[in-house]
Structure formats: C-alpha cells, structure tokens
C-alpha cells in the first residue's frame, strides 16, 4: 500500500524523504510526492505521477533547502493517478500525508464545503487535511487540532502533519495503518515501514492503533487521541531489509497470505452495514433502473481471477433470482462468436487490469453495447480505465506472482454487488443479511483461521511435498476453490495438479488415482455433505491418499483432516482456500523453489 517518510532534523530533508521512498517502492505505488518547510518557514512541494525517479527529476529542476518534511507513495484508492491526487495534500495551514481509507470523508467533505473549503483533488486525503484546518484555529496546537479532527474520522489512517504556523514539528498518527518513529541522534525519521528508517537509527516507537505523537528533532512524545500522555518506550528494530520489507516473513507470498484479514478489511470498508443487512458499492455507476433490468451477468477473467469470478457467479445466483451467470475465460471468450442478451453487465476481473486477454475481452463486450464494471486491484490500470464503471478491491500491493489475497478481495467484491442487486431483483433480505454478517467477520475469521492451521499445513506440506501429483475436489461452492486449489499448487510447487467438481470423477479422473497420486477434497458442511463425502470413499476405495479441508465436524476417514471452526457457513469456501494456499507455500518451500517468482511465470501477463 502507500508509503510515509517524515524527517525533522539538521539534514536536508528532501534527500532523507526522497532516500526513504526509494526504500518503500518494492511495496508498489503510482505516484510519489514530498513536501518541506524550509528555513523562512515557506513551504514547498513536488509531486509527480509514475517512479520516484521521476519525483528526483522534478526536484532537480527545484530543489527544497528545508530540515522538515514530510513524503509519500500513493497506490490509488480514492480518485485516479494524477498529479493533484498525488500526496502531500495542502489545504491552508496543513500539509499532509495520508495511509488508509477515510470511510466518512463524503459527509465530512459536504460539511467543509459547506465552511468554504474547496478541493482540488477526489481523494479523501484532502477532506481530512480541511478537517484538521477547520480546527486549527488562532490559540488551538496543531496537535490539539489533529486529535480534534480524528475523532469525527470512521475509517484507517496512518498520517504525519506539519505547519508553517509550527516550524520545527511533525505530529503523526494511527489507526489501523502502520507508522513507526524512528529517534536518531538529533533528528526524528517517521515512517510506514521500518525499512525507510534504516541507516538512520534502529531505536524507534512503534505507534499504536489511536494513538498521536509530537516529533521535532530531540524525539517524540506520544498521547491517546484524548490527549493523555503515554510512556511508550522505544524498541529496537531487528531484522535487514529484505527480511523487514517482507514483514518479518520470508517471501512477499507468505505476507500476502497472512495480512488477508487487514488487506479484507480495506475491502470491506464503508461497503457493508450488518446492522441493516445490507452491502453497498459505490462504483458501478448503473442507475436504479439500470440495476432492477440486469438479467444476465457475465464474469470474464484469467487464471485466478477467473476462479473467483467461478465462486462468485455461485454466490450471485443464491443472491439473485432471476439472474443468469456466465463466467468466461478471457482468453477463449475474445475469439468466440458470442452474442450478450439483452440487459447484461459484464464483470471483468483482474488483479493487475493490465492482462492482455481481459483487456481484448473488455473491448469486444464493449463493442457489443454492452455495460462494463471493473473488479481490479490496481487502480488507474488500463482495465479500470476502460471500464464504464467498478469497483476497485483495495487488496493493495500484490508482489508476489501467485494471487492470493486478491482472490480473497475479488470474491468479497463481486459477491457485494450481488447483494447490492438482490435488494432491485426481490431476492430474500434475509439472506443478504446473513451473508453480510459473515462478510463482518470473515477478516477476523481467516486471520484466526491461519493462525490456528499454520503449523498443520507446514507439516502437512512436508508429508506430500515428494508426490509428483494430485487432486482438488469439491461440489458447489467447493469447487472454484479446488480448481484454484490447484493452480496454486502447480504454479509453485510444479507438482501437476488438477481441479474437478467431484461428481466427476467417475466419469474420468478416478482412473488417475495410484500411489503417485494424492487427493484434496474441500467438503462443506452444507446440503450436498454426503455427496462430497461420496468422492472421497470411491477414491479410499481404490487406495488413495486423501487430504480433508472442512468445516463439518462429522466423522470423516481420510489420512488427513483439517477442521475449520467458525460460525461463517456461506464463506466457508474462502476459509478453506486461505489453507490450501498455505498448503501450496508450504510444499514450494520443502521443495526449495523460487516461492515468489516461480518459472515461466510473470506477474501481469500483458501479452496474448
Ligand atoms: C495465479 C495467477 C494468475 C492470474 C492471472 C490473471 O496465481 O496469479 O492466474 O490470476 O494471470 O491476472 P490478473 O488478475 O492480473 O488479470
């Protein structure tokens, strides 16, 4: 996600900010900026679309002389990549920078403007830096008017402010996204991530969520938002680079695994109400009209994203009564002859929004008149661009080349408009409701979830790690994610691995089965239990080693068996999936393969 630098200190901040951006690009962005106040308390900023490099160019032309400053990577979330998006946001008196998603800044921005303030940009940075003014007034600390304005904020930050009015002091804060203080010997370095504070000192407070500190160049001193002095000791940052800017784990894969319950989060936010039952996306741009008359959706996508879209169009159908879906392979669907009913939406799926196959499928749907929503992670791709309108799934940065947390997101987002849809189709209130509660708790949920089965699957992983193939089946839901199961595996571990639905496999697959073999079944506590539980005997049967992911307590026989606890029924599947990704970890570590950058693959896939 985005990055934070602040400096305040004896050396020229521009090249500490510049030098500490350098250090957060492996987390991914699009635009960079960074803004000082130099020794005539004047200030000054930069901002510039695309690398920092281009960021270093623009401060050649003018370069900043100040001792104070503040800097930031932006990966888009509110508003496109453009220059006046880009961070600092300066409104006034304040000039600041901004992690996280401000779910209240439409309220807030109508109330500011409302008290003059105008707005230069889309981004809910800006209504919070206008907050902050707004309270900023003759007698009033700049820090009293931060901890003011945070407390009408529903929503994530990580945000570090300075003032001409108060040279010399950068007030930062929390909640929910990280910011560290780094003290070094007369000058404070702030930051996202400790790795832009290495090199400067490895003494640092770690800020906690709701909390606000003052820094100038003798340190730092830390208050809950109601201003109550903290005694937070400073700690010592461990760890090299590499290893701090993985997060303390050992591949970027790892990470994205782990950090799907706050990476949902983002997801979700503003997006559901489980008092009311109810979910709702801002971006599909559709009138009512236009949503009650959707009859027909189809889902394109590519890979993994085309598995998502698979275990959503199950959802819609649950969801929506007199919806048709059809979930399409990007690359075989743009050469097809096909003809889109009348009233049909597409949904077009894609991590990246640059894969070459979506992208040539957006523009042959389009060039059938018919609407185009964007489920896409990267904001300001050509995919997002293209669309008539979407939803960005805010997973943030997704180094690693397999998708893991992005499927999470894309799933939670497609199945949001579902039941944004049920509400004009007359589907069953009820059930909107009960699947917006679970939506309430599935972050919370899988970080429990992986938590609890992170050892099971590591040592499961080393028991199958030598065969040289397998299986993933599942009926209904279950069935997406065997396929996804699958992939993952394959595409890390190189083990061959196939998905089917397990109704299946007499009608093939089963002829597979032998001792080079092993066989994954994702079975539901649901309806169709002694079904899928069916699949399993007939493999047993003929001597196949079987793995068990569930969220039934009932006796099963297999060689191994994975329980999830949790009151989450519906989503099960997305609970499920977040093991076997471990599982495919797991095995292509034992394996020694190169987890984050496996062979043959690339991370966008823009070529046919
Ligand atoms: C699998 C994987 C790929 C992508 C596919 C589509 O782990 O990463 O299958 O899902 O290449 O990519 P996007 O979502 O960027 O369009």
Redesign the pocket.
């Known amino acids: 996600m985005c990055g934070i630098v602040g400096y305040v200190g004896k050396k020229t901040a521009q090249d500490v900010l510049v030098g500490g951006l350098r250090r957060l690009e492996y987390r991914g962005y699009d635009s960079a900026g960074i803004a000082t106040l130099d020794d005539n308390n004047e200030a000054h900023i930069a901002r510039s679309v695309g690398k920092i490099a281009e960021l270093a160019n623009v401060l050649d032309g003018a370069p900043q002389t100040g001792h104070l400053g503040i800097g930031h990577t932006r990966w888009a979330t509110h508003g496109g990549v453009t220059e006046t998006n880009a961070h600092p946001h300066h409104v006034k008196n304040i000039y600041m920078v901004h992690n996280g998603i401000i779910e209240n800044y439409k309220e807030l921005k109508a109330e500011l403007s409302d008290k003059g303030y105008e707005f230069a940009s889309d981004t809910d940075t800006e209504v919070l830096a206008a907050l902050i003014d707004s309270n900023y007034t003759d007698g009033v600390t700049l820090k009293d008017a931060v901890a003011k304005a945070l407390k009408r904020v529903r929503g994530t930050y990580g945000i570090a402010v300075f003032s001409p009015k108060e040279p010399g002091t950068l007030i930062v804060a929390r909640l929910g996204s990280p910011l560290i203080i780094g003290l070094g010997q007369g000058e404070t370095i702030i930051a996202s991530d400790a790795s832009a504070l290495l090199g400067y000192t490895r003494e640092a407070i770690y800020l906690n969520d709701g909390e606000l500190a003052v820094c100038n160049k003798d340190g730092a001193e830390v208050f809950t938002l109601g201003l109550k002095h903290l005694d937070s000791k400073p700690e010592t940052i461990e760890g090299d680079l590499a290893q701090i800017q993985k997060g303390g784990y050992d591949y970027f894969l790892l990470k994205e695994i782990m950090e799907q319950a706050t990476t949902l989060h983002n997801t979700l936010s503003g997006r559901i109400d489980p008092k009311a039952g109810k979910m709702h996306l801002g971006g599909p741009n559709l009138t009512e009209k236009e949503m009650r008359d959707i009859r027909h959706v189809v889902i394109v996508?590519?890979?993994?994203?085309?598995y998502a879209g698979l275990l959503a169009s199950y959802y819609m159908e649950q969801l929506v009564p007199d919806l048709t879906t059809e979930v399409v392979i990007a690359s075989e669907y743009r050469y097809r002859s096909f003809h889109l009913p009348k009233n049909s939406v597409a949904l077009i799926?894609?991590?990246?929004?640059?894969?070459a196959d979506?992208l040539a499928c957006l523009r042959e749907i389009k060039k059938r008149g018919v609407k185009t929503l964007g489920i896409v992670?990267v904001v300001g791709s050509t995919i997002a661009r293209e669309v008539d309108g979407g939803t960005y799934v805010h997973a943030g940065p997704e180094i690693s080349?397999?998708?893991?947390k992005?499927f999470t997101a894309q799933v939670v987002a497609m199945l949001m408009f579902a039941g944004m849809l049920s509400e004009y189709h007359g589907g069953d209130p009820k059930l909107v409701a009960e699947f917006t509660r679970e939506l309430s708790i599935l972050p919370e949920e899988i970080e429990k979830n992986l938590e609890t089965h992170r050892a099971t699957m590591e040592a499961l992983a080393k028991k199958y790690s030598k065969y040289d193939h397998a299986l993933y089946l599942g009926r209904d839901t279950a069935f997406p994610i065997s396929l996804e199961g699958a992939?993952?595996l394959k595409?890390i571990s190189y083990i061959h691995s196939e998905g089917y639905a397990s109704g299946e496999l007499k009608h093939g697959p089963i002829a597979l089965v032998d001792d080079r073999f092993f066989e994954v079944f994702n079975i539901l506590d649901n309806w169709l239990f002694d079904k899928s539980c069916g699949g399993l005997h007939e493999v047993r049967a003929r001597g196949g080693k079987t793995i068990v992911l569930t969220d039934s307590k009932a006796d099963i026989e297999a060689d191994d068996i994975v329980r999830i606890e949790s009151p989450i029924k519906h989503l099960a599947p997305i609970l499920l999936n977040t093991l076997q990704q471990l599982f495919a970890y797991y095995i292509a570590v034992d394996r020694g393969n190169d987890v984050d950058q496996p062979r043959n693959l690339a991370?966008?896939?823009t070529v046919e």
Not at 301 to 306: E, F, K, N, P, V
Not at 349 to 355: F, I, L, M, N, P
Not at 401 to 404: L, P, Q, R
């Open positions: 996508g590519c890979g993994t994203a085309y799926v894609s991590q990246s929004g640059e894969t979506t992670n080349v397999a998708s893991t992005a992939l993952k595409e991370k966008s896939v």
